[in-house]
C-alpha cells in the first residue's frame, strides 16, 4: 500500500557486465545487487540469507574481488563487472572450485554453496596456494550451518590442487 508521506524513490539507469554480458536497467536507486542479479536478471544462484553482510550466501565477485551482494548498490557496479555462480562453469564444464565441491561433498543443503564457490574461487584467484588457516581465514566471511566445514576446507584444497596441475 503506498504511503503518502513516503518520498518517492529516485530511479537510474545502471549498465553492469554480468557473466560477460552487458546488462542494463532502470532501477530505484536504492536497489542492491543481491535484488538486481536475483530479481532484474532472475540470476537465483545468488542466495539471501542474513542481509546484513554476515551470512556470505549472496557473494559474487564484483571486478574479481569477492563482495556481499546485499551489502553493496547496484549502483555501485555500474560500469563494472559482475560474476555470479551462474558465470563460472565454461560452457557447461565446471569450474574447478565448482567441481570440487561436488566431488569432495563440499556441500549438504546447499543455501551456503554458491557464496562458498564464489569466494573459494576469489580466495584461489589471490593465492593458489592457500594453508588451511588461510582457507578459513579466506572464507571466514561465509557461514555454513550443515556441513561443519572440514569438507568446505577439503574443496577447496582440491580445487587448489586442480589448479595448480592445470585441470
Ligand atoms: S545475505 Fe548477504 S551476507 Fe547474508
Ligand atoms: S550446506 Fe547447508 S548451510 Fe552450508
Redesign the pocket.
Known amino acids: 500500500m503506498s504511503n503518502a508521506n513516503q518520498e518517492p524513490q529516485s530511479e537510474l539507469i545502471v549498465t553492469i557486465t554480468v557473466n560477460g554480458s552487458k546488462t542494463g536497467e532502470i532501477i530505484p536507486a536504492r536497489t542492491l545487487l543481491s535484488e538486481y542479479v536475483r530479481e532484474h536478471l532472475y540470476l537465483t544462484g545468488t542466495h539471501r540469507g542474513c542481509e546484513t553482510a554476515k551470512c556470505g550466501a549472496c557473494t559474487v565477485l564484483l571486478d574479481g574481488k569477492a563482495v556481499k551482494s546485499c551489502n553493496v548498490l547496484a549502483a555501485q557496479a555500474n560500469g563494472r563487472n559482475v560474476t555470479t555462480v551462474e558465470g563460472l562453469d565454461d560452457h557447461g564444464k565446471l569450474s574447478p572450485v565448482q567441481q570440487s565441491f561436488w566431488d569432495n561433498h563440499g556441500?549438504?543443503?546447499?543455501?551456503?554453496?554458491p557464496g562458498f564457490v564464489i569466494a573459494s574461487t576469489a580466495l584461489l584467484n589471490e593465492n593458489p596456494n592457500p594453508t588451511i588457516d588461510e582457507i578459513r581465514f579466506g572464507l571466514a566471511g561465509n557461514i555454513?550451518?550443515?556441513?561443519g566445514y572440514t569438507k568446505i576446507i577439503e574443496s577447496v584444497q582440491d580445487a587448489a590442487h586442480r589448479i595448480n596441475k592445470g585441470s
Request: aromatic share 10%.
Open positions: 556441500m549438504q543443503c546447499g543455501y551456503c554453496t555454513c550451518r550443515c556441513t
